[in-house]
């Protein structure tokens, strides 16, 4: 322990206070050591842990370049996107060909990585403790935990869907036309001529389903991530265990990619999904990660918005810390109109996904048009701030639907 992560931990004083050692809170904090702050973590579980969203997008590689994490080792090449209607038989492949690579990861050991290398930049870290409160004031902040009490020049919520800040602020707001639950499952496949096909592109595949869709994601070591996304009400009386199978049976790929397939665990759920925070940052506060909002999975944007507004808020507050102007409840608004146009656009589109029949209609007729696959592709890889993508500048133009 260095001499300066001695003193922070017994004036419980630091630059900045964390709460949340996801990807979003590791972010942020290792940017800010980076930045020569100092910061304490605050983790509510023990690493590793489960968590959910093994697939990542091509744009969070900068990110990852910038904490000093080589994501190349222990994870599967992600080649691109295919979506897959299994009734009409018509699919469609989306390359992620550009100058940043991405991968299928195994989320309980990459998160561990990304937390552990904070920790190495000289983060100071607490696990197992919760945050029970947050004041933020005009001259400080102050956080409460089931183990102690520490005061800090800026509190940073990385709390996940906890969402600490935007529940205390009851600035939490659904968006209910998307996908309403996740029902998902591991396995480890058998060897076949399948599984080597799956494996050696490392494509996610989405598939078609008539109350929502099915995720299949490869990861390392022969293993698979099976999600089915429900959209559409089912009947009460087929329960969890018995609508995963129903729907996971009657997709012929899947099916026939399980036989003989070890099961690695047991049906989990993941229900609310999608929701907006109008309250993401304020004198002394920023909310990053799930904390800011959170959007159906279909296009796998959770961990790649996790790091980037991490991203954002760590630099915005890293000049506000040296001019002394962390104070200001505007500090974040530059960072903040940034992250709202990716969110916006990645809500639009998955919106059409579900409203606007969009894989029939579009995706699966852009190979006829270049630009229009081109920008398609730009946005499913994370390029989402980009200046001259008209897909994109389409969807902001358009009309949402009302929640």
């Given at each position: 322990m260095s001499v300066q992560e001695s003193l922070n931990m017994e004036s419980n004083q630091y630059d900045v206070i964390i709460a949340g050692g996801g990807p979003a809170g590791t972010t942020a904090?290792?940017?800010?050591?980076?930045?020569?702050?100092?910061?304490?973590?605050?983790?509510?579980?023990?690493?590793?842990r489960f968590h959910i969203g093994e697939s990542?997008?091509?744009?969070?590689?900068?990110?990852?370049?910038?904490?000093?994490?080589?994501?190349?080792?222990?994870?599967?090449?992600?080649?691109?996107?295919?979506?897959?209607?299994?009734?009409?038989?018509?699919?469609?492949?989306?390359?992620?060909?550009?100058?940043?690579?991405t991968f299928q990861?195994?989320?309980?050991?990459?998160?561990?990585?990304?937390?552990?290398?904070?920790?190495?930049?000289?983060?100071?870290?607490?696990?197992q403790e919760k945050v029970n409160s947050v004041q933020c004031m005009?001259?400080?902040?102050?956080?409460?935990?089931?183990?102690?009490?520490?005061?800090?020049?800026?509190?940073?919520?990385?709390?996940?869907?906890?969402?600490?800040?935007?529940?205390?602020?009851?600035?939490?707001?659904?968006?209910?036309?998307?996908?309403?639950f996740a029902l998902y499952k591991h396995y480890k496949l058998a060897n076949s001529l399948e599984s080597e096909a799956l494996f050696a592109h490392g494509n996610i595949k989405v598939l078609l389903s008539d109350i929502g869709w099915i995720w299949c994601i490869p990861l390392t070591n022969g293993r698979l991530s099976v999600g089915l996304v429900v959209q559409k009400e089912v009947p009460e009386n087929l329960k969890q265990d018995a609508l995963f199978e129903q729907y996971i049976q009657a997709s012929p790929y899947i099916s026939?990619?399980?036989?003989?397939?070890?099961?690695?665990?047991?049906?989990r759920i993941e229900a609310d999904f999608s929701y907006r925070n109008s309250q993401r940052y304020g004198q002394r506060f920023a909310c990053c990660g799930d904390a800011a909002g959170f959007l159906d999975p279909v296009f796998s944007s959770g961990f790649f918005f996790a790091v980037k507004t991490a991203e954002?808020?760590?630099?915005?507050?890293?000049?506000?810390?040296?001019?002394?102007?962390?104070?200001?409840?505007?500090?974040?608004?530059?960072?903040?109109?940034?992250?709202?146009?990716?969110?916006?656009?990645?809500?639009?589109?998955?919106?059409?996904?579900?409203?606007?029949?969009?894989?029939?209609?579009?995706?699966?007729?852009?190979?006829?048009?270049?630009?229009?696959k081109q920008e398609i592709v730009a946005l499913l890889a994370g390029d989402l701030w980009q200046e001259e993508n008209g897909f994109q500048q389409g969807l902001l133009a358009g009309r949402s639907r009302k929640n």
């Open positions: 904090a290792t940017l800010l050591a980076q930045y020569g702050h100092s910061v304490l973590l605050i983790e509510r579980d023990q690493h590793p990542m997008l091509p744009m969070s590689e900068p990110v990852m370049k910038r904490l000093g994490i080589d994501w190349t080792q222990g994870n599967l090449k992600k080649g691109g996107a295919e979506f897959i209607d299994e009734v009409s038989g018509r699919c469609t492949y989306f390359p992620f060909q550009g100058g940043y690579r990861v195994e989320r309980s050991v990459f998160d561990k990585r990304l937390f552990d290398n904070a920790l190495a930049h000289g983060v100071v870290a607490h696990q005009a001259n400080e902040v102050q956080v409460k935990t089931d183990k102690g009490l520490y005061q800090g020049r800026y509190f940073i919520d990385a709390t996940g869907r906890d969402a600490l800040m935007g529940k205390t602020f009851k600035s939490i707001n659904k968006i209910n036309n998307l996908g309403k026939e990619l399980l036989q003989e397939a070890e099961v690695l665990s047991e049906v954002f808020v760590a630099d915005q507050l890293h000049q506000g810390l040296r001019q002394g102007k962390e104070a200001d409840p505007e500090l974040q608004q530059v960072g903040d109109e940034f992250y709202q146009k990716g969110f916006k656009t990645m809500h639009r589109l998955i919106e059409r996904f579900y409203c606007s029949n969009l894989v029939e209609n579009l995706f699966f007729e852009s190979d006829r048009q270049l630009k229009i």
